[in-house]
């Protein structure tokens, strides 16, 4: 796998894009830096890996903007060794900046293609979550409760089963809305009963859909 002086630099350049957006926690910018985001993407489009935008990466679903990536990541509030849910592995890459943020990574995905092609991209670099094959609505009932959830699609509702999921004082991370839009939402746990909601403003993300894809 090569990642040479010219990568490192491009990432360099692309942190210092994103905290100028906004993005503030070093740990984020750090685990940014430390990913080779070229190698989750197809080398048709490897020219335009560090650019701060989304790209396909087949099955109808695209790497998410680096900047994204930073967002949802930054607004988890990460501790070392948490327990983290992602639904939607996807190409990986957000999987591996999680790892790179000293977390236990739980990933689940409905994609057969992706669901293979990402455990071969990650195992490839050393990263080592936890793969599962399946429909993310549902989540992981048997590895709960989990500290953080992260949630990689467009979701029209909050699935319930993810917030049972959730321990009593974690975050759930979230876009909510219809295709073409969604709002950025953290659900905090406080207790069995009682969530505090907020929002982060519009993003737009590949829908979540139910159940397994071929």
Known sequence: MNDNYQHKGLRKKLVNQIRKKGIKSEKVLNAINEVPRHLFMDSSFVHFSYADQAFPIGAGQTISQPYTVAFQTELLDLKSQEKVLEVGTGSGYQAAVLIEMGVRVFTIERHRELFLKSQTTLNSLGYKPEFFYGDGYKGLPGYAPFDKILVTAGATEVPDDLLCQLKVGGILVVPLGERNSQKMIK????????????EHGYF???????GKAG
């Open 187 to 198: 659900i905090v746990k406080e207790d069995d009963e009682k969530y505090t909601r907020t």
């Open 204 to 210: 737009v993300f590949v829908p979540l859909l139910k």
